[in-house]
């Protein structure tokens, strides 16, 4: 199957700082999502985002399938930010998400 | 728009004792997900529901684990008997998949289980 590689494992940064998140993986995707999980776990969705780039707020997210790797940029951070993000793709041959080990970020203020 | 509902929030049972959880996926949406997720880890799939149907249950321990989709829309995840490495979080999430495209999955709050 898939494998998904996030890196690093844990960021901290102050508030105010930018962040650069990397997913990579192993074969062709045609699904990427990534995903942030609050301290409470609830997890939200970020971005539906295969290919190409797209933003909201202060976050963008690029994708470039062709070399197998996807970037989260989060700018001016807030503590409401800290959590932990996993980018997730979609496995072809099983038709299902395969989660990374997620980035945990803590943004201290 | 209301989000994926699940309850219990949390649960503590003994080992052996039996455990369900329940799940109500966001309106519309066809195709609905349980995950485990351990502590530090990412969430793993355990069950996939098309409709009322199990198109992918290859990864859930059916010799304790038991899930329904009644009517298509609600379901429930069974465990009995629990062990004590059941104790994990129970996320359930829906999508819209059309065409067999997967579109942008919604997650629950989960449930926190705890086998003692």
């Known amino acids: 199957g898939i494998q998904v590689e996030q890196s690093p494992p844990d960021l901290i940064l102050q508030e105010g700082a930018n962040s650069t998140l990397r997913c990579n993986f192993s074969?062709?995707?045609?699904?990427l999502q990534w995903f942030h999980q609050n301290p409470w776990g609830q997890l939200i969705n970020l971005f539906y985002i295969p290919s190409g780039t797209k933003q909201n707020g202060r976050l963008s997210a690029t994708t470039v399938a062709t070399e197998r790797y996807s970037l989260l940029y989060i700018s001016s951070s807030q503590t409401t930010d800290s959590g932990v993000y996993f980018c997730?793709?979609?496995?072809?041959?099983?038709?299902?998400?395969?989660f990374g080990q997620g980035t945990r970020l803590t943004i201290n203020p | 728009e209301a989000g994926v509902v699940q309850s219990p929030r949390y649960k503590i049972i003994e080992k052996k004792q039996p455990v369900a959880f329940w799940c109500n996926p966001i309106?519309?949406?066809?195709?609905l997900y349980w995950y485990l997720q351990n502590l530090g880890q990412g969430p793993e799939l355990l069950i996939r529901?098309?409709?009322?149907?199990?198109?992918?249950d290859s990864q859930l321990p059916k010799d304790r684990f038991s899930a329904e989709r009644l009517k298509g829309v609600d379901s429930t995840l069974k465990i009995q008997p629990a062990e004590l490495g059941d104790s994990a979080v129970y996320l359930c999430?829906?999508?819209?998949?059309?065409?067999?495209?997967?579109?942008?999955?919604?997650f629950g709050p989960g449930t926190r289980l705890l086998v003692l």
């Open positions: 309106s519309g949406h066809n195709t």
């Open positions: 999430a829906s999508s819209r998949s059309v065409g067999g495209r997967m579109e942008t999955q919604y």
């Open positions: 529901y098309e409709n009322e149907e199990a198109v992918d």
């Open positions: 074969d062709s995707v045609n699904n």
């Open positions: 997730a793709v979609e496995d072809q041959g099983a038709q299902k998400l395969v």
